[in-house]
């Protein structure tokens, strides 16, 4: 029996925003963009991941500013990717060793083509082979 593929349940809408953006802007482009995290970038590099829940648990419930704290401050930095090939059997498996949410997805040339999160493989219909 088939497995399903990571690439058949990530989503692919990746945003990228600078360390130096402000958690307000963020969180209002995860609004529009109907997502819940954003990758954050120093330069052309990949600097950190900050989610929604970022946001509530690590500023917002410490008191700090949205409009004056910066993504840089509450990134997650230790990112962990899979790739697309991979099952989402394999990625959750990754997920659950590691306690987290959330695995950018790259191609073979380890460029990121998406992220999976706990949400996406939830989805996934009760009959599909994870």
Not at 44 to 50: D, H, K, N, Q, S
Request: with cysteine; charged share 25%; glycine share 4%.
């Amino acid at each position: 029996m088939a497995r399903t593929a990571v690439a058949d349940v990530m989503t692919r809408r990746v945003v990228y925003l600078p360390g130096d953006t402000p958690l307000d802007e963020a969180a209002r482009a995860m609004r529009d963009q109907h997502i819940g995290d954003v990758v954050v970038t120093s330069g052309p590099t990949i600097a950190g991941l900050v989610t929604d829940r970022d946001i509530v648990v690590r500023a917002i419930a410490e008191g700090l500013s949205p409009k004056t704290t910066t993504l840089a401050a509450i990134a997650s930095r230790e990112l962990i990717m899979v790739e697309q090939a991979a099952t989402v059997e394999e990625a959750v498996r990754a997920m659950r060793d590691r306690d987290i949410r959330r695995l950018l997805v790259c191609d073979a040339d380890r460029k990121v083509v998406g992220i999976l999160s706990l949400s996406d493989v939830a989805l996934l219909p009760a009959s599909a082979p994870v």
